[in-house]
């Protein structure tokens, strides 16, 4: 969104310019023994405005917005036999890069330093001849990544408005086939 006028004028929508996202993306899955599936997947980028955007603070060479230069993942699953019961228990780490919420000179978008994190979730479960039950514990170490942040109201009210994953949640799933 590009205001000629600056913060508080008429504005409209408009095309950035050119980008590149220059990068590598690799993943893998492993079943080093019966019954365990593990997998990791890793990215690392280069993202980067390719053309000055004077309207919006956005230069040529800028990082692009809520972009990360790494992100990672490791899942587990491991499945097996309770009481005669097919079961499992898995494990899923995601690391998230740090990103900007914006673009670091944009003065019409204040830019919002989102910092890196690192969430961990657990489930199992088992499952029954009409029903499954599971648990699961999403977010374990209770982190407070942050997703994004919008900051256009910084201008006129001085709020940034970040957006946090959801806190450590205990849940029971129980699904039934009839």
Do not use: C, W
């Not at 977010?139 to 201008?155: F, H, I, M, S, W």
């Amino acid at each position: 969104f590009t205001q000629p006028g600056g913060p508080g004028t008429a504005g409209f929508t408009s095309n950035l310019g050119k980008a590149r996202i220059r990068g590598i993306e690799a993943g893998a899955s492993f079943n080093p023994m019966s019954g365990l599936a593990l997998g990791a997947s890793v990215s690392l980028m280069d993202p980067k405005l390719l053309t000055d955007s004077p309207g919006l603070g956005a230069f040529a060479g800028d990082r692009l917005p809520n972009s990360p230069k790494s992100a990672a993942a490791i899942t587990s699953r491991y499945s097996f036999d309770l009481a005669g019961r097919p079961a499992f228990a898995g494990l899923n780490l995601t690391y998230q890069g740090n990103r900007n919420s914006s673009f670091e000179n944009s003065t019409l978008v204040p830019n919002y330093a989102l910092p890196s994190f690192t969430q961990f979730d657990l489930a199992s479960g088992v499952k029954f001849e009409n029903f499954d039950i599971g648990v699961y514990v999403r977010n374990l170490t209770n982190v407070r990544g942050q997703l994004g942040a919008t900051t256009g109201e910084q201008a006129t009210t001085g709020r940034t408005y970040v957006h946090v994953i959801d806190p450590r949640t205990i849940g029971v799933n129980l699904a039934a086939t009839f």
